[in-house]
């Protein structure tokens, strides 16, 4: 029973985490699993309904239930849990920087953008051209 535990908590990591729902063929379908999923509904883990004759299943909580398993399985269990959630919180932390990053040098392309546009067009007072003119002239394309 503990690795079937184990297994569906994988099986829904697998396909996005909490509240994506499986159906109950994609965990296995055995009898096990069968009573491993009747086991976590009753511990508020997960929920179940029938949908078109298959069970589907998905989780409503990222805890495992102490009953589930015995000491030695839960603490691998707390353990890969643990090492799944730091190297998400990693990744998430990553992606922030870099959309930071990102957003960082958008504002500094539309300020150098818009000092250039403001000088391409006191150069076309200046001159007495088209503001088109000139971004001819320096080989600009007008639709950036």
Known sequence: FP???LE???AFDAVGGCGVPLFLEELGGKDDV???IT???EQDVVRSCVIEGKRVVWCVSRQIPPSSCGNETCEEA???EITRLETELRELTRRAQEEQDHIRL???YN???DAAQAALGKLAEIEGV???DLYERFGLNLND
Do not use: P, Y
Request: proline share 0%.
């Open 78 to 80: 707390i353990a890969e």
């Open 106 to 108: 958008l504002h500094r």
């Open 8 to 10: 569906i908590f994988k």
């Open 3 to 5: 690795s079937f535990t």
């Open 111 to 113: 300020e150098t953008k």
């Open 34 to 36: 069968t009573e491993a």
């Open 130 to 132: 088209c503001v088109r």
């Open 39 to 41: 086991q976590l509904e």
